[in-house]
T-cell receptor, first 118, second 114 residues
Framework: GAVVSQHPSRVICKSGTSVKIECRSL??????MFWYRQFPKQSLMLMAT?????????EQGVEKDKFLINHASLTLSTLTVTSAHPEDSSFYIC??????????????FGPGTRLTVT | SQELEQSPQSLIVQEGKNLTINCTSS?????LYWYKQKYGEGLIFLMM?????EEKSHEKITAKLDEKKQQSSLHITASQPSHAGIYLC??????????????FGTGTLLAVQP
């Protein structure tokens, strides 16, 4: 149980285009989802926290107009990188927390999405 | 803001050897998590520690949180190639994990040579 999926696993896009990454909780309701990015050989950096039905809370230094987050349902959150540039190339990971018997302190991570902007 | 520093940054050990990874916080830890990550993949939850002096074990991995709750160690006994990966410590930045947010340590890359 407590599986989180991400789609796509890899995406290559041209500079200036937008790309959407989906994060789904497959067998539980995710009241809160988190989006992280990870550069090569570096740790995960929290980008934003999204709660179902409300606006995402962005960490300092993260452009909310560039990284659009939508958490429309208890099982789906999307991250849209708008007008992508090569410096946006990174590994994006989502995680989710929820109820239904799961520890509130435990986050379940998706497998990540490798974004390459050419 | 809270910062988590891990040491060593990278580690290469021979199969069968023991090893220890440390995670040091600039502030008191109210919840400390250990994760393992294969390169280019998601994170696998290992253990969570909350109380000062707490120690947990799972198979050949033991994690401890010191009494002052500012340092945690992860110890692997008789390492195997399957232990190779990136180990990350994570912590709640706020007391009680009210936000469920996690900040992560700098990471430790472990390689196990057969």
């Amino acid at each position: 149980g407590a599986v989180v999926s991400q789609h796509p696993s890899r995406v290559i896009c041209k500079s200036g285009t937008s790309v959407k990454i989906e994060c789904r909780s497959l067998d539980f309701q995710a009241t809160t989802m988190f989006w992280y990015r990870q550069f090569p050989k570096q740790s995960l950096m929290l980008m934003a926290t999204s709660n179902e039905g409300s606006k995402a809370t962005y960490e300092q230094g993260v452009e909310k107009d560039k990284f659009l987050i939508n958490h429309a349902s208890l099982t789906l959150s999307t991250l849209t990188v708008t007008s992508a540039h090569p410096e946006d190339s990174s590994f994006y990971i989502c995680s989710a927390t929820g109820h239904a018997g799961l520890s509130l302190y435990e986050q379940y991570f998706g497998p990540g999405t490798r974004l390459t902007v050419t | 803001s809270q910062e988590l520093e891990q040491s060593p940054q990278s580690l290469i050990v021979q199969e069968g050897k023991n090893l220890t990874i440390n995670c040091t916080s600039s502030k008191t830890l109210y919840g400390l998590y250990w994760y393992k990550q294969k390169y280019g993949e998601g994170l696998i939850f290992l253990m969570m520690l909350q109380k000062g002096g707490e120690e947990k074990s799972h198979e050949k991995i033991t994690a401890k949180l010191d009494e002052k709750k500012q340092q945690s160690s992860l110890h692997i006994t008789a390492s195997q190639p399957s232990h190779a990966g990136i180990y990350l410590c994570g912590a709640d930045p706020e007391y009680g994990g009210a936000t469920n947010k996690l900040i992560f340590g700098t990471g430790t890359l472990l390689a196990v040579q057969p």
